[in-house]
């Protein structure tokens, strides 16, 4: 089956315009680079905090200056804009999305339900590049895909960059609008600007997270706005600075300042080091964001806009210092010191502002992996609103996780009160996420790209060594203020390791207790109840074999629907899956049973269909497939044969969405009015005591259809307008007897109280309370 070869010549991609790449660029600097932009507020404070003493040699400004610019360049610069960035999943970023593309090209994916048909989808595949394996890449993969321990530390490996993510999300906020707001320091006592600051930085916190249901599009053009002023404002006072205080400031660029600076302050020097690495803060919303944007919007607007900002800025700042070796207090060596006098309160003004929308910029990265960690069953199921009409770029909005991380961020503001900690806490969780980000990306340089090992040694040796320093500078400050994101990150590690670990259990029972065919064949085409009109429509996560659940209905239940149709909504590895690859469908056991099974597949990314859509679909490609089941090649109508999974199924089709408007496809109409002709349409009136929608199946004019696929499509059609019932299984978790002590606590509490407390399935949201019927049943895993 070549489903990539005709994706590709029925859906070429098309290159988005310059204006569209200009307007993404620019919404991208409110969103994207906010937080980066902001960190000149909090950089040379956190760096000369403790640690080293600004001299009138100014080797310590100038060594602080150096590290600064080829950290800038070396980091955001070259690693993400060049290299990584270009590792995008199908358009989406961040740290799921490698281990995502790591898991289709080596089959290490801990998603219980996949199948060798999840391998045929278009974006599955596209990505392959290279023409072929090296010997030691193969290696690689076959021992990766070997040994369980090895693919269980690569998903710990990628929660816990996810984990440092969100502990960032933390952090940042609190940090950025702190350090805005530290300005008041010049114009008050210093033992009476904590009692403003504080107050003051909480009530901008909650104002920031309030507007987030407004979502980044709307955010991106009223924050973009702002970052461009901030950016112009820095820059502008960093020329002036530079040529007024010290033009001689550009001999400090030099690597040759790094040494004197290490080489003169030794421990200390070392130990700044956990300050200077806030200036790199946001770089890696440049790779977590890119699912909201596009890869050369990005691009663009570091490389043009805000890289040569930051450089003038921090340039600025040095230049004004070294000329200033007498501070009166220990809060003079931060920003504002800086700025002229004359303009320092709008500056201010501004700063705050910034501070605001650089801590948008993790706010919505957060929101980007919980979503991806939720879909593949790494997090409990939340509420996910998508803000854009269009859904344009994934852009979307969690109000637990925003809740969340509003009280947590106002927790370390008022606990900590100062920006010594703060900063500390929020350097160990920039660099750990950064670490991960490197670790993964040379698997993905060698399993994805095909490229050689000793390319991907090099990246990761090059890269991680500088990771390591500023990461030793920073945990060294772990009782100071970085315990924050090593305590935040176990707590989401745990919930996260809970939540897949009961998840895998619950769909290992329910593979283990399946039932058996014979046992389905065993009971007649009446299933030895009363078959009702209507459409019974059975949810489960299985995607072969019939539910347990089922039995429980055909052994208790008098009467039971007249077609039975098993629903598995599932989540595959990969962002989007096209709406002519949707639904897999197939028939379980003879054609008079009118048993179906309908395996609806979305990407992390998708966006599910509302009822009334997912309904319509859902019963169009059930036709479909009845009309072109005894098909054996692909016949250009969305219909395509794929492998059998199970000896218990028959085989099963991919077809596409009533949406994906595929020529030759049957279509789904809902009137109360008569029908036109048979030949074009089957329709039913059915006898009624009130008005009822007629269904009608509008099929194409060329197939002749037979007797009997006229004769099921007409039942199908009569159990429609009967009705559709949604039945799920309501299910009770408990860890079986003879357990070990850490499994039924893993399993009768912390799972238990997720589940609880966690969303049900999408699906289930989407139909009425009233044709739902929930089943209880007790899981011992």
């Not at 960059?161 to 300005?183: E, H, R, Y």
């Not at 707590?491 to 809970?498: A, E, K, Q, R, S």
Request: proline residues 4%; contains cysteine.
């Amino acid at each position: 089956m070549d489903i990539e070869g005709r994706n590709r010549n029925s859906h070429p991609i098309k290159k988005e315009s310059w204006r569209t790449v200009m307007t993404l660029a620019y919404q991208s600097l409110g969103v994207v680079y906010g937080e980066l932009s902001t960190s000149p507020l909090y950089v040379y404070k956190s760096a000369f905090a403790e640690d080293i003493q600004h001299s009138e040699s100014n080797e310590e400004i100038f060594g602080v200056l150096s590290f600064v610019f080829w950290t800038l360049t070396l980091i955001p610069l070259l690693k993400y804009v060049f290299i990584v960035l270009r590792a995008d999943d199908n358009g989406e970023g961040g740290t799921f999305a490698l281990y995502t593309l790591l898991c289709r090209h080596a089959r290490v994916s801990t998603l219980p339900n996949g199948q060798l048909a999840d391998e045929e989808l278009y974006e599955y595949r596209k990505d392959e590049i290279g023409s072929g394996y090296k010997d030691v890449g193969l290696s690689l993969k076959s021992t990766l895909e070997k040994y369980k321990i090895l693919q269980k530390g690569l998903l710990v490996l990628a929660l816990l960059g996810t984990c440092m993510v969100i502990g960032d999300g933390v952090l940042t906020p609190a940090i950025s609008v702190f350090s805005a707001v530290s300005g008041l320091e010049l114009s008050m006592a210093k033992k009476h600007h904590q009692y403003v600051e504080v107050p003051f930085a909480c009530i901008i916190l909650v104002l920031l997270f309030c507007l987030q249901h407004y979502g980044t599009h709307r955010l991106g053009f009223l924050f973009a706005p702002i970052v461009i002023t901030w950016l112009l404002c820095i820059s502008t006072i960093g020329i002036y600075n530079i040529f007024h205080w010290n033009p001689q400031v550009f001999q400090a660029l030099s690597p040759y300042y790094m040494y004197k600076f290490l080489k003169k302050t030794r421990k200390g020097g070392w130990m700044s080091l956990g300050g200077i690495l806030l200036c790199i803060t946001g770089s890696e919303a440049m790779y977590a964001d890119l699912g909201h944007f596009s890869q050369l919007s990005i691009k663009m607007a570091f490389t043009f806009v805000v890289y040569p900002s930051l450089i003038l800025a921090y340039m600025g700042q040095a230049a004004y210092l070294s000329k200033h070796h007498i501070l009166e207090t220990d809060y003079r060596i931060g920003f504002y010191v800086s700025v002229p006098e004359k303009i320092r309160w709008p500056v201010l003004g501004i700063a705050i502002l910034a501070a605001v929308v650089g801590s948008q910029a993790i706010i919505t990265g957060t929101f980007s992996i919980i979503k991806q960690c939720s879909a593949l069953g790494c997090f409990p199921r939340v509420k996910i609103i998508h803000t854009s009409p269009t859904n344009k770029h994934g852009q979307i909005y969690i109000p637990e996780i925003n809740w969340t991380l509003m009280l947590l961020c106002l927790a370390v503001t008022v606990g900590f009160r100062d920006t010594k900690h703060i900063s500390n806490a929020a350097g160990l969780a920039v660099i750990t996420v950064m670490l991960v980000t490197t670790c993964l990306m040379s698997l993905v340089m060698v399993l994805c790209w095909r490229k050689s090992v000793f390319l991907a040694l090099v990246f990761m040796f090059f890269f991680g060594s500088i990771e390591i320093l500023y990461f030793s500078a920073s945990l060294i400050k772990f009782r100071e203020g970085a315990w924050v994101p090593v305590a935040l990150s176990c707590i989401f590690l745990v919930i996260m390791f809970v939540w897949h670990y009961g998840t895998i259990k619950k769909y290992e029972f329910d593979v283990q207790n399946k039932v058996s065919i014979n046992w389905l064949l065993s009971l007649g085409p009446t299933l030895g109840i009363m078959r009702v009109r209507g459409i019974g429509l059975i949810h489960t996560e299985l995607v072969s074999g019939i539910p347990a659940i089922f039995s429980h209905f055909v052994t208790n239940l008098p009467a039971f629907h007249q077609v039975v149709v098993f629903l598995c909504v599932k989540s595959v590895p990969v962002p989007h899956v096209r709406p002519e690859e949707r639904f897999l469908v197939g028939r379980i056991g003879p054609k008079e049973y009118r048993l179906y099974r309908c395996i609806a597949r979305y990407g992390y990314r998708d966006v599910n269909m509302d009822d009334v859509e997912f309904e319509k679909d859902l019963i169009c490609c059930v036709a479909e497939f009845i009309r072109t089941e005894r098909a054996d090649v692909t016949d250009g109508n969305g219909v395509h044969d794929v492998k059998e999974d199970s000896d218990n199924d028959g085989k099963m089709a991919v077809v596409g969405t009533a949406s994906s408007n595929l020529e030759g496809s049957i279509r789904m109409c809902e009137d109360e009015n008569g029908f036109s002709s048979e030949l074009q349409e089957i329709a039913v009136a059915v006898p009624s005591p009130r008005p009822r929608k007629r269904v009608r199946f509008v099929v194409p004019e060329s197939p002749q259809i037979n007797t009997g696929v006229r004769e099921e499509l007409r039942e199908l059609m009569e159990a429609r307008e009967a009705g559709l019932a949604f039945i799920r299984g309501h299910c009770y978790v408990k860890a079986k007897r003879g357990s070990s002590l850490m499994k039924r606590f893993v399993i009768n509490f912390g799972y238990d109280f997720l589940r609880r407390n966690s969303r049900g399935p999408t699906n289930a949201l989407s139909f009425p309370q009233a044709s739902t019927l929930e089943v209880g049943m007790v899981y011992q895993v």
